[in-house]
């Protein structure tokens, strides 16, 4: 079941349950998924990566919002931002740590050099491009891009 599909089904569970916060954010956010698929020239299908992105930057959306009621002293839209990005967030795939992040750069890099390359800060794109296929969404991407260049100096 793709995420679409799951968002979709999860409205009527959130309609049956009565649970009227995650309803109007699933809401929103399949709202915010129709908008950049019929924008553009042609209508287009966004993939999973795609939509984890959009799900993605709608919970940072909410939180930013929150840490701005929160600082104007509002602290219920707040909590109303915050419960909303959580709801948002268990959508997403789970978040790695640095050590697993780790484990998948060192273990691109063993297989490269397995296979004869030599491996110099040059070599950074080879080793960047399998391993951000591996974490995309679930680690920051400039901390991937460090650990990667401070394995390969």
């Known amino acids: 079941m793709t995420l679409k599909e799951r968002l979709k089904d999860d409205v009527v569970t959130h309609m049956k349950a009565g649970n009227k ?3 109007t ?3 929103n956010v399949l709202g915010e998924i129709t908008t950049r698929e019929k924008s553009g020239k042609a209508p287009v299908d966004l993939d999973e990566a795609q939509v ?4 993605q930057k709608e919970a940072a959306k909410r939180r930013d919002t929150a840490k701005i009621y929160t600082e104007a002293a509002e602290p219920d839209r707040a909590a109303a931002e915050i419960a909303e990005a959580e709801i948002i967030e268990a959508y997403l795939p789970k978040a790695l740590n640095r050590d697993e992040v780790e484990a998948i750069v060192d273990a691109e890099i063993a297989a490269l050099t397995g296979a004869g390359q030599v ?3 040059r070599s950074m794109g ?3 491009k399998p391993v951000t296929a591996k974490v995309a969404g679930r680690f920051d991407g400039k901390t991937v891009s460090e650990i990667v260049r401070s394995r390969l100096s």
């Open 119 to 121: 491996l110099s800060i």
């Open 21 to 23: 916060t995650a309803l």
């Open 126 to 128: 080879g080793v960047m």
């Open 25 to 27: 954010t699933v809401r």
């Open 52 to 55: 984890t992105a959009l799900l």
